[in-house]
């Protein structure tokens, strides 16, 4: 059974500076995996989708890689904001369990200015 | 524009009052799937549907039943709600190729009181 892993629950970081937020999972038969934001209390937006053939993607100041051999994906943001506070998702759709999609438990984020 | 539509967006109820929450696709998606949100808890799959009349349960199915009588169209049924089912809930669907993500619904947040 695929297991999804965010660390740290929660991180604090001023304006302006870098975010690295880490997703392990268990099982490396990834058919693909997904970056959502999560404001307080509202639906999840996809921010990023990486396919199993695929290192990285990118969208504006956005970039997610995966290492299917490590289990690990990495979102990084750049020149963060405070717009850019919410709780951010890694998702992982396994190649034998298309249908479902197993979520970590989300990284808290908080840009001061 | 592509979307999945829940309704209602929000609703309170009494116990055992039974209840639906429709979901509706309109991007020809074969998968759909409901998952509840609760703090501490994350994001957990109640059902999925890999396509019309083919549905099979996921991690917390207990209270639930759901159907897939048309593609567009995956309603969730609490027959006799209790307010351990209060909660956040999310519909989403997907494509089955790999290069597309899930896209999840605005939420329902039920009460049970």
């Known amino acids: 059974k695929q297991e999804v892993t965010q660390i740290p629950a929660a991180l604090s970081v001023p304006e302006g500076e870098n975010l690295v937020l880490n997703c392990s999972f268990t099982?490396?038969?990834?058919?693909?995996l997904q970056w959502f934001r999560q404001d307080p209390g509202k639906g999840l937006t996809s921010l990023l989708l990486?396919?199993?053939?695929?290192r990285e993607q990118t969208s504006g100041r956005l970039n997610a890689s995966l290492d299917k051999s490590s289990g690990r994906s990495t979102l990084y943001i750049a020149a963060s904001q405070p717009g850019d506070s919410a709780t951010y998702l890694c998702?992982?759709?396994?190649?034998?369990?298309?249908?479902?999609?197993?979520f970590g438990a989300g990284t808290q984020v908080v840009v001061t200015p | 524009e592509a979307q999945v539509t829940q309704n209602p967006r929000y609703l309170i109820t009494v116990t055992g009052k039974k209840l639906t929450v429709t979901c509706s696709q309109n991007?020809?998606?074969?998968?759909m799937s409901w998952y509840r949100q609760d703090p501490g808890l994350g994001l957990r799959q109640i059902y999925y549907s890999m396509n019309v009349e083919v549905t099979d349960k996921g991690d917390v199915p207990e209270g639930y039943k759901v159907s897939r009588k048309e593609k567009r169209n995956f309603p969730l049924i609490l027959e006799s709600p209790s307010p351990n089912q209060t909660s956040l809930y999310f519909c989403a669907s997907a494509t089955g190729s790999s290069a597309y993500g899930y896209t999840f619904g605005s939420g329902t947040r039920l009460t049970v009181v």
């Open positions: 998702a992982a759709r396994s190649t034998d369990s298309w249908g479902k999609l197993q």
């Open positions: 990486i396919q199993s053939s695929q």
């Open positions: 991007m020809n998606h074969e998968y």
């Open positions: 099982d490396s038969a990834i058919y693909n």
